[in-house]
């Protein structure tokens, strides 16, 4: 089975801040990676697809890249909505999520 | 606007190890039987578990190693609504469990929707 590790596990920012996280697979998965946010008692919600598409109503502050085994997610300038957790999920194979990064407002 | 909502059995999220349960997601607002979907399940406080997965036409079928032999997926394409028998239960198994909606209407395992979630707790 695939593995998926983020890091940092938590992240603490500002707003305005310009952050980046990272997701590591244990194996090549090409582009199949996704990213989600989930804010608390909520649902998750898809932001990013395959690596870098950002999905429909998504604000262009956010940036997936990457490709392989390693992928990254950019928040250009964090708005105060933006302090959720973040997943990556990789779709290359039965799919596997990250343990999350927790964006914290500093 | 696509809209997704599970719910769990008469006598609610709550049961003993050892014993069943079926929950349901009543879709709205797309074609239901043009999409794959799954379950994914979140125990409080933790990360995401996908759990298994449907093709559209309910001919195929995948789980997770945590669930394989206990669990079972299927769909009623003609009353928009996915299922999930769960029997066995564990202590383990409790969780939110999400009904998600594929995004392309293959198994390409992007959700693009998800339901509010219901909780399932195991417990003696």
């Known amino acids: 089975d695939i593995q998926m590790t983020q890091s940092p596990s938590s992240l603490s920012a500002s707003v305005g801040d310009g952050v980046t996280m990272t997701c590591r697979a244990s194996?090549?998965?090409?582009?199949?990676l996704n990213w989600y946010q989930q804010k608390p008692g909520k649902a998750p919600k898809l932001l990013i697809s395959a690596a870098s598409s950002l999905q429909s109503g998504v604000p262009s502050r956010f940036r997936g890249s990457g490709s392989g085994t390693e992928f990254t997610l950019t928040i250009s300038s964090l708005h105060p909505e933006d302090f959720a957790t973040y997943y990556c999920?990789?779709?290359?194979?039965?799919?596997?999520f990250g343990q999350g990064t927790k964006l914290e407002i500093k | 606007e696509v809209q997704l909502l599970e719910s769990v059995g008469v006598w609610g999220g709550l049961v003993q190890p050892g014993e069943s349960l079926r929950l349901s997601c009543a879709a709205s607002?797309?074609?239901?039987?043009?999409?794959?979907m799954s379950w994914v399940r979140q125990i409080p406080g933790e990360g995401l578990e996908w759990v298994s997965a449907i093709s559209a036409s309910g001919g195929n079928t995948n789980y997770a190693d945590s669930v394989k032999g206990r669990f079972t997926i299927s769909r009623d394409n003609s009353k928009n609504t996915l299922y999930l028998q769960m029997s066995s239960l564990r202590v383990e198994d409790t969780a939110v469990y999400y009904c998600a909606k594929d995004h392309y209407g293959s198994g390409s395992y992007i959700f693009d929707c998800w339901g509010p979630g219901t909780l399932v707790t195991v417990s003696s």
């Open positions: 194996q090549s998965i090409s582009s199949f």
């Open positions: 999920q990789q779709s290359y194979s039965i799919p596997a």
């Open positions: 607002g797309f074609t239901f039987s043009s999409y794959a």
